[in-house]
């Protein structure tokens, strides 16, 4: 008779598993150069042909004059590099499903670590990613009218990891009960179209009708928009009334949303959505 000794499981252990499954996702990024390529071809689609094509319906200035217009390239931005991330974090955590069907998944699940840490590894791993991807975005701000100022380049890159955390919280939460891929991307596209499109990352949330602005404030993704634009709007020269137009920000019942408690916001979504995810990945044989 053979035996086996399984050691304890212990908060060391954990910590090495968490290390072990982001090392996994870094490796799968590094490797997958297709992948990286053909997460950027989106973002720079809206931001370079449609923030070009677009930018001659501007009507608020026009002028020639440093801070007075906004070009709809500097606008959308913010919001192209929040895409950014939502499309790399989601599909991150499509790899669930992947290892599911190949049978890698349960040999993860009966190591003697926590399930936690599995999870824990996989958000933090998949936020990790996702901000690498950000970073090429970031590296055509210029091309956007925005500045490389290093001190908002490093907000925009904390900010994007925030998001992108809780984006992959959210994947990781959806994946722990599907078994194929298809049904998961099927999913994942029906989710982040309407997140897109209702959190204001190529539109102003000011002004809008009431049923759509009830939409946009329960969107999660909005919270992480804002800040990013509102970071990108404090490092150029506009009017008052240029920002007001296109940086309104996010009302409560009037009352302006801070940076502060919009972080809060998106780190907390992040933690209860991973949260979740652990608990159904508990409940998982």
């Known amino acids: ?19 072990i499954v982001l090392h996994r996702e870094l490796i799968r990024y590094g490797r997958d150069r297709m992948r990286m390529v053909s997460g950027l071809v989106q973002p720079v689609l809206w931001l370079l042909v449609m923030g070009t ?49 190949f049978g890698f998944l349960r040999e993860m699940l009966v190591a003697p670590v926590s399930r936690s840490s599995i999870v824990v590894g ?19 701000a210029g091309l956007a009218g925005v500045p490389y100022d290093p001190v908002l380049l490093l907000e925009l890159l904390g900010l994007m990891f925030l998001g992108a955390f809780a984006l992959t919280g959210f994947g990781v ?17 029906m989710a982040m179209m309407p997140m897109m499109f209702l959190s204001g990352a190529l539109y102003p ?24 634009r509102q970071a990108v709007f404090s490092h150029l020269s506009l ?37 979740v995810a652990i608990i159904e990945f508990r409940r998982s044989e």
Not at 1 to 19: G, Q, T
Not at 180 to 185: I, L, N, P, R
Request: net charge positive.
């Open 1 to 19: 008779m053979v035996r086996v000794a399984v050691p304890e499981r212990s908060i060391v252990h954990d910590l090495r598993a968490v290390k």
């Open 173 to 189: 939460m959806m994946a722990a009960r599907i078994q194929s891929m298809q049904s998961f991307f099927g999913l994942m596209q």
């Open 205 to 228: 949330l000011a002004g809008l009708p009431v049923w759509l602005t009830v939409l946009t404030r329960f969107n999660p993704l909005t919270y992480a928009v804002d800040p990013l």
């Open 239 to 275: 009017t008052p009334e240029l920002r007001r137009t296109f940086d309104p920000g996010v009302t409560w019942w009037g009352w302006r949303v801070p940076v502060g408690l919009e972080i809060v916001l998106v780190l907390l979504i992040g933690l209860v959505l991973m949260g």
């Open 53 to 101: 094509g677009l930018s001659n319906l501007m009507t608020a200035g026009g002028g020639g004059a440093a801070g007075s217009h906004v070009d709809l390239k500097t606008f959308i931005f913010p919001g192209v590099c929040a895409m950014t991330v939502m499309f790399t974090a989601m599909f991150s955590a499509g790899s669930i499903v992947w290892d599911r069907e």
């Open 122 to 140: 996989k958000c933090i791993g998949g936020a990790t990613v996702a901000t690498l991807q950000g970073a090429v975005i970031l590296a055509l």
